[in-house]
């Protein structure tokens, strides 16, 4: 697999035993418009986020709005929020997570990807999953028992256009004799990072994906599957989690779960104490959810990245390490 390190979005948002802070974007608290986007005010919200020195920003990706979900999803398409956001933008990384491979065709996925990457300066961190809504398989007329399959489909064929012209592929989906995907991305390939297990072992994500993204558990539980992660890895690669707060105008209260969800409410002093503990698991990004309904999202962002991000800042000087070890 590709070392991405020269990678602006993988560079500034993955090392090895640091942990980074990235936020779930568009930032919405409860009293928005479920089904309306402010989009100039979710590109303040962009760039201030950028400015407080998180390393990300990521979309989910919602093909259908099912009602009994227990969640909209997110409104628009994440590749063109996310290409929007990018001209607002500067350095901070645009992720998704995560693209359901299952549903999208693959020539048309590498072709989003590779362009968005291009776009964004080098800024596309690719979540990849096989969904999990059960109205999108039958409204896409895809049979769900083969989106394992179609998962490990979809990485191979964007894989084999990112790095080849012209090629040849022989798939289920695909069956490329004649002409060619382009833009092919700078680095003839893109991060992708694998979300859950999507089918498949942890032997084979940590052979065909560039990073792992799994929903937050219990602390003991997390530990443990990242100690089995790296050791399916081999060198290192990135482990990635969500984490739901709502960061309460106390600094010193203390945490208080978020029912149903893998969460709390707590000052801005525990959830640094918390974050340490997971950069000591092993941990290298977390994705906040923020559902502060009763603060302003501005002043959320603000004292996040006044007292919680500088524990945890974005690595804004790799380009520059990169440049000393090419002249040592």
């Known amino acids: 697999m590709k070392d991405f390190q020269s990678h602006n979005g993988f560079a500034r948002t993955f090392k090895e035993n640091k942990l980074t802070l990235g936020i779930s974007f568009p930032l919405e608290s409860a009293r928005d418009n479920p089904f309306a986007m402010d989009i100039a005010s979710q590109m303040t919200l962009a760039k201030q986020a950028e400015e407080a020195g998180f390393a990300s920003l990521f979309v989910r990706d919602s093909p259908l709005f099912d009602p009994n979900f227990g969640d909209k999803g997110v409104i628009h398409d994440p590749f063109q929020l996310l290409a929007y956001t990018s001209a607002y933008t500067k350095e901070i990384a645009l992720g998704i997570a995560s693209v359901i491979t299952t549903l999208r065709h693959p020539l048309h996925l590498a072709k989003s990807v590779a362009s968005l990457d291009d776009l964004s300066d080098q800024r596309l961190l690719l979540g990849a999953a096989t969904g999990d809504r059960p109205i999108e398989f039958p409204a896409f007329k895809v049979e769900r028992q083969e989106r394992d399959e179609l998962f490990r489909e979809s990485i191979w064929v964007m894989r084999k256009i990112w790095e080849e012209s012209f090629p040849q592929i022989h798939s289920k989906r695909v069956e490329l004799v004649e002409g060619d995907v382009i833009p092919k991305p700078h680095l003839m390939g893109i991060p992708i990072l694998g979300t859950g297990y999507s089918g498949q072992t942890i032997e084979w994500l940590a052979e065909h994906t560039d990073g792992w993204m799994f929903y937050a558990q219990e602390a003991n539980r997390q530990k443990e599957l990242i100690k089995i992660w790296r050791n399916a890895t081999g060198r290192f690669k990135p482990f990635s989690q969500p984490l739901v707060i709502n960061l309460s105008e106390n600094p010193k209260a203390s945490p208080r779960p978020i029912p149903i969800k893998v969460g709390f409410t707590s000052g801005h002093q525990f959830l640094v104490d918390y974050l340490h503990a997971l950069q000591r698991m092993g941990v290298n990004h977390v994705i906040l959810s923020l559902t502060n309904g009763n603060r302003p999202i501005t002043?959320?962002?603000?004292?996040?990245?006044?007292?919680?991000?500088?524990?945890?800042?974005?690595?804004?000087?790799y380009m520059r390490e990169i440049a000393v070890d090419k002249t040592r």
């Open 299 to 317: 002043e959320v962002i603000q004292e996040l990245g006044e007292y919680v991000v500088p524990h945890f800042p974005a690595h804004t000087n």
